[in-house]
């Protein structure tokens, strides 16, 4: 599935997707931060389960009512209304020299910083 841009992607591997938000791809995060791309896709896959359980648990709080019958708001939620997994992460796939078929991800600046907050490692501590 080839990526439309608005902005195509400059020497850090940034660019803009067709909807004017800067991302970056899972494979120039890998490279940057010195780590195998199978490791970073663990890591996404990983930060997926962990957002869809934080999700289902604000959406079970939210359903309780309080007193008064309004609903309990939940303060410490990590997603807001419009930062699904899909949002943050968007599944892209790239073709290998070989002509073979890989997954890799684009994400957005929080997904960027979602992820890359998690890493270890010399380069990981500079961008900390």
């Known amino acids: 599935m080839a ?3 608005f902005i195509a992607p400059n020497a850090w591997g940034l660019f803009s997707g067709m909807d004017k938000t800067a991302r970056i791809d899972s494979r120039t995060v890998a490279e940057a931060f010195d780590k ?7 890591a996404i896959e990983k930060l997926k389960k962990n957002l869809e359980n934080i999700k ?11 007193n008064s019958g309004k609903n309990i708001k939940t303060e410490n939620s ?10 943050l992460f ?3 796939s790239y073709k290998a ?8 991800y684009e ?5 960027f910083t979602l992820l890359t907050f ?6 990981a501590l500079k961008f900390q």
């Open 90 to 92: 968007v599944e892209k």
């Open 97 to 104: 020299g070989t002509g073979k078929k890989y997954k890799c």
């Open 36 to 42: 195998q791309h199978k490791h970073v896709l663990e």
């Open 78 to 87: 990590v997603l807001t209304t419009c930062d699904d997994f899909d949002f």
């Open 118 to 123: 998690g890493f270890t490692g010399e380069k």
């Open 56 to 66: 289902a648990e604000n959406s079970a709080l939210t359903k309780n009512a309080d």
């Open 107 to 111: 994400m957005n600046r929080k997904g």
């Open 3 to 5: 990526t439309k841009y």
